[in-house]
């Protein structure tokens, strides 16, 4: 399929980075720093649908809080529709909530169990909006109606839920104040396989009907190769390898990339093994280093099975190896530096059997 037109950014990274104190001894001296995130660059285009993928505690989900200033970064640029977040004022701030919002991990835990659905899903309009009770009460049946919950729940609280319909009320609170931009946090990781295809379709269909632009944080390969337009993949605190989706899947350039997606079983073919792409299972031997004591050079040389001299000393910049991928690896000189390009949509239609 061919891509579509490569569309206006919305959402620009430059530079992020995480890093949380680690303080010991008696006087509570700063003795160093958890770099969670650790100069973190990609862009997002307009209606489209980035992926990111990685092992837990790679810094996914402190990437999506971030975007958001739910949590304060150490460095960096984050625009959002032309707009620096991290230059706002709290007022300013305040105001530029509206256009860019959150679909929380857990369903259970985001969602107060002392407030209906109705006045969850009406929350935001109550702090952003001065509308009349009847006007709110009219948005909050269009949003259960959007998301596929029966008007007659709306008086009912979280706990007489499934987990399902508890997700569909949290992405009806995100939708309330028509933003451009969401961050879904693993969406479906809380949830029963059987359900998870149904709300990873609703939040498409929701891109379509709205022109909504996600970062689609998950562990979950399968889902992500569904869902996504592009995919970054994270490697302690870093993007090791950023490109279109079909093409990461096809062949993932970046070593650890490639031994991710080797996990992936697919459908059986003649000499695949049952693995994706025809690749046998790649085992990385050691540890993850921890985030508070990185290895010099190349994070990943510790583990990596085509480590070299170079990548002891040197750590790789992220840049377009080839068109559209981006590689932060010294086995692939880059063309140019990362501009993080964006990319057109081009999602499968229905989930592959076994992808």
Request: charged share 25%; aromatic share 6%; with cysteine.
């Amino acid at each position: 399929m061919a891509e579509a037109p490569v569309g206006r950014k919305l959402v620009e990274v430059d530079g992020l980075k995480m890093h949380f104190p680690v303080f010991a001894g008696l006087l509570r001296r700063r003795a160093g720093a958890v770099r969670a995130v650790d100069g973190v660059s990609f862009s997002i285009a307009e209606g489209e649908t980035l992926g990111l993928v990685g092992e837990s505690g790679c810094g996914k989900s402190t990437v999506g809080r971030a975007l958001l200033r739910l949590c304060e970064p150490t460095a960096g640029r984050i625009a959002i529709d032309g707009e620096d977040v991290l230059q706002l004022s709290p007022a300013a701030l305040r105001r530029k909530r509206p256009t860019m919002q959150m679909v929380f991990q857990d369903p259970q835990a985001s969602l107060n169990p002392r407030m209906t659905l109705s006045s969850i899903i009406s929350e935001p309009l109550n702090v952003h909006t001065d509308w009349s009770a009847e006007r709110k009460a009219v948005r909050v049946r269009e949003l259960m109606d959007a998301v596929g919950l029966d008007r007659r729940f709306v008086n009912r609280f979280p706990h007489e839920f499934s987990g399902g319909q508890r997700q569909r009320v949290g992405i009806a609170r995100a939708l309330a104040l028509n933003p451009k931009f969401i961050v879904c946090d693993e969406p479906i990781a809380a949830l029963d396989v059987s359900i998870q295809a149904q709300v990873v379709n609703l939040l498409e269909r929701l891109q379509r009907d709205f022109g909504l632009t996600y970062l689609f944080i998950s562990h979950d390969l399968s889902m992500v190769r569904h869902i996504a337009d592009r995919v970054a993949v994270m490697y302690l605190g870093r993007i090791a390898e950023l490109s279109p989706r079909d093409a990461l899947y096809a062949q993932p350039l970046h070593p650890y990339a490639e031994a991710l997606l080797s996990a992936l079983p697919r459908v059986d073919r003649a000499g695949s093994g049952g693995r994706a792409g025809g690749r046998g299972r790649i085992i990385l031997k050691g540890d993850v280093p921890s985030p508070a004591r990185m290895p010099p050079g190349c994070n990943f040389h510790t583990r990596c099975p085509k480590v070299f001299d170079r990548c002891r000393t040197e750590t790789p910049q992220l840049g377009e190896v080839q068109p559209g991928r981006l590689v932060a690896c010294h086995l692939y000189p880059a063309t140019k530096p990362a501009a993080a390009p964006t990319g057109g949509n081009n999602k499968n239609t229905t989930p592959q059997q076994g992808d």
